[in-house]
């Protein structure tokens, strides 16, 4: 069985998502998620999915192996990044090479960085006049939204789309192809 911890930091709606997709598999667990936000809205989604939930500060995730312990010791296979804030430590990513992913809102490279996440990014997009916007699923380095490119979809903007509309968009292409992507990932292995 191939097993998944998720990362978020948000209201958890990703990581619900990939958790439902999975729900009634029987070759793939989403094992535990980690949170390092104690008010998170994913924390009453993983105990609604009775998924076990690793609290964590900044203190423990950038100065201790604690967390990449916890990993190895669940034997975890692929680590998602969903709605999570904190860059990645390099002790974290020198454990799980190409063993975590992240999904960023805008097409990278562009809109993509220390501060670019959620509405900022599609702000960003609408103030620049974009007529595309999407998802990229990248794999995690040392580097906010650096990592090599696995997959990107799009969608059309209008020159009348607030971010709000723009948000919206995005949000149905990250739930229809972050579940079946990290399915791919997974079957690979």
């Given at each position: 069985?191939?097993?998944?911890?998720?990362?978020?930091?948000?209201?958890?709606?990703?990581?619900?998502?990939?958790?439902?997709?999975?729900?009634?598999?029987?070759?793939?667990d989403v094992?535990?998620?980690?949170?390092?936000?104690?008010?998170?809205?994913?924390?009453?989604?993983?105990?609604?999915?009775?998924?076990?939930?690793?609290?964590?500060?900044?203190?423990?995730?950038?100065?201790?192996?604690?967390?990449?312990?916890?990993?190895?010791?669940?034997?975890?296979?692929?680590?998602?990044?969903?709605?999570?804030?904190?860059?990645?430590?390099?002790?974290?990513?020198?454990?799980?090479?190409?063993?975590?992913?992240?999904?960023?809102?805008?097409?990278?490279?562009?809109?993509?960085?220390?501060?670019?996440y959620g509405?900022?990014?599609?702000?960003?997009?609408?103030?620049?006049?974009?007529?595309?916007?999407?998802?990229?699923?990248?794999?995690?380095?040392?580097?906010?939204?650096?990592?090599?490119?696995?997959?990107?979809?799009?969608?059309?903007?209008?020159?009348?789309?607030?971010?709000?509309?723009?948000?919206?968009?995005v949000h149905?292409?990250?739930?229809?192809?972050?579940?079946?992507?990290?399915?791919?990932?997974?079957?690979?292995?």
């Amino acid at each position: 069985m191939k097993r998944i911890a998720i990362f978020a930091s948000g209201s958890g709606t990703n990581a619900e998502n990939i958790c439902e997709y999975f729900a009634d598999r029987n070759d793939v667990d989403v094992s535990l998620i980690f949170t390092n936000n104690p008010m998170a809205g994913v924390i009453k989604r993983a105990l609604k999915l009775q998924i076990p939930v690793v609290f964590f500060d900044k203190k423990t995730f950038y100065h201790t192996g604690k967390i990449p312990q916890i990993l190895q010791n669940e034997g975890i296979d692929l680590v998602v990044l969903a709605g999570f804030m904190m860059l990645v430590p390099p002790m974290l990513v020198e454990v799980f090479p190409t063993k975590m992913i992240n999904i960023h809102p805008a097409l990278l490279p562009k809109y993509g960085g220390k501060g670019m996440y959620g509405h900022f990014v599609h702000e960003a997009v609408v103030n620049a006049r974009e007529t595309q916007s999407g998802i990229t699923i990248h794999y995690v380095n040392e580097h906010y939204d650096e990592g090599d490119i696995i997959f990107q979809a799009t969608c059309n903007i209008n020159p009348a789309d607030t971010p709000e509309d723009v948000a919206r968009k995005v949000h149905r292409l990250e739930y229809e192809h972050y579940p079946r992507v990290i399915d791919e990932i997974l079957m690979r292995r």
